[in-house]
């Protein structure tokens, strides 16, 4: 017989799993916020998802993070999609209640909420360039547009991928200028460029041009606690100082997930000072 959980129970699941962050951040989150609840880590069995959500729910558990490689897996399953998560095609965060499993992502919120509270660095009238056209991208170019920056272009080393996107998202931008380039064609400079390529995981760099970097830009690395990566080690021989990594978006996401499970925003500033690794 399946044992039942004496608290409310919610977890991160993936492959690999062990260096995840999420129950060290929800458990600091529920100390500071009074919540009673556990949160752990599940080795998910890539093919086995479903069956092993179902398990962890008729234990009676509340809520699941979900990373990689399980997010399509986690679309495929919710039974209610919110829009972010649809526009996304992917799912971060899901929430059980019954029969009914909801599904979010909150990749782009949390990236959105750490550039604008965390860093102080509006997005409203902006130039912003988001690398890459995977995942990550897909996930914060909603919540990107929904800032309204001026001028919005997605850089991508196949342009099909990056014109693709920007087709499927295009009614979004509303008056924003969107567009998608490769890295060849790509002109102009930015206040803000957000590396969202899974390059640096490999200690690699996309083929950006220094020019890209407007004085006094932003340079966003999605990666957390790599130290200088080869994107950010770029922004700064090109003289950007203001450098950041996705410690901050990593911590961001997670309250996003707290309050929408518990209905109680956490304080995030000292558990994203907790976990950041110094950009050497």
């Known amino acids: 017989m399946t044992e039942r959980f004496t608290l409310d129970t919610y977890a991160v699941i993936g492959n690999p799993i062990a260096q995840s962050k999420s129950p060290l951040i929800h458990t600091q989150f529920a100390h ?9 880590r599940l080795l998910g069995t890539v093919g086995a998802f479903a069956a092993e959500v179902d398990d962890f729910r ?6 699941l993070n979900v990373t990689a490689p399980f997010k399509l897996d986690a679309f495929a399953y919710a039974t209610d999609l919110s829009e972010g998560a649809r526009l996304a095609g992917a799912v971060n965060a899901l929430k059980f209640d019954g029969d009914r499993v909801y599904a ?4 782009g919120v949390g990236l959105v909420n750490d550039i604008q509270r965390n860093l102080a660095v509006p997005l409203a009238g902006k130039r912003v360039l988001l690398l890459g056209a995977g995942g990550a991208a897909r996930g914060a170019l909603l919540p990107l547009l929904r800032q309204r920056p001026a001028r919005l272009v997605l850089a991508n080393r196949q342009l099909d991928k990056a014109q693709a996107l920007v087709s499927e ?10 567009e998608a380039s490769d890295y060849a064609q790509l002109q102009g400079q930015f206040d803000v460029v957000i590396n969202a ?3 640096s995981l490999f200690g690699q760099l996309p083929p950006l041009a220094a020019q890209a970097f407007a004085p006094g830009c932003l340079a966003y690395e999605m990666v957390y606690g790599k130290g200088a990566t080869p994107f950010l080690q770029l922004a700064r ?5 203001r450098l950041a990594d996705g410690v901050g978006m990593l911590v961001e996401q997670a309250a996003e997930a707290f309050v929408w499970w518990r209905g109680v925003r956490p ?4 558990v994203i000072a907790q976990i950041t690794v110094p950009i050497a």
């Open 32 to 40: 500071t916020s009074g919540q009673a609840m556990y949160y752990t």
């Open 58 to 63: 008729a234990q009676g558990a509340k809520g």
């Open 104 to 107: 979010e992502n909150f990749d």
């Open 169 to 178: 998202q295009g009614a979004a931008a509303q008056g924003v200028q969107l």
């Open 197 to 199: 390529t899974s390059a």
């Open 237 to 241: 021989q090109s003289g950007v100082t």
């Open 267 to 270: 304080e995030t500033a000292g």
